[in-house]
C-alpha cells in the first residue's frame, strides 16, 4: 500500500479541510497531520480504496475512509480523542 498522491488527496479535500480546523493538529505536508511534535495521521491509497493510518496512542491503526460515512467516522473519533486530551 503506497502513501496517498495528489489524486487521492484531492478526493479527501473536504476531509483535509476538516482536520484543517481542529485544533492542536497542523499540516507540514499536504495530508500529513502532526499533533504536537509527533506523526498523527497520513493517508494511504490502494486498488481497494483509500485508508488512514492514526495513532491515538503508541501503535499506528489503519481505517478506511473511501466513503463519506467512513470519513465522518474518523472525524468523530478524532474529534473526541482531541477533546479527551484537553
Known sequence: MRHAGIDS???LDELLLRLRALPGL????RGV???RSR???????DKTGLFVDIRFAE???RLRV???EERCVLLAL????LELAR
Open 26 to 29: 497542523r499540516e507540514p505536508r
Open 9 to 11: 488527496l484531492d478526493q
Open 59 to 61: 501503535d499506528w491503526e
Open 33 to 35: 497531520f502532526y499533533r
Open 39 to 45: 506523526a498523527f495521521l497520513h493517508f494511504h491509497e
Open 66 to 68: 473511501t466513503t463519506a
Open 78 to 81: 478524532i474529534e473526541n480523542r
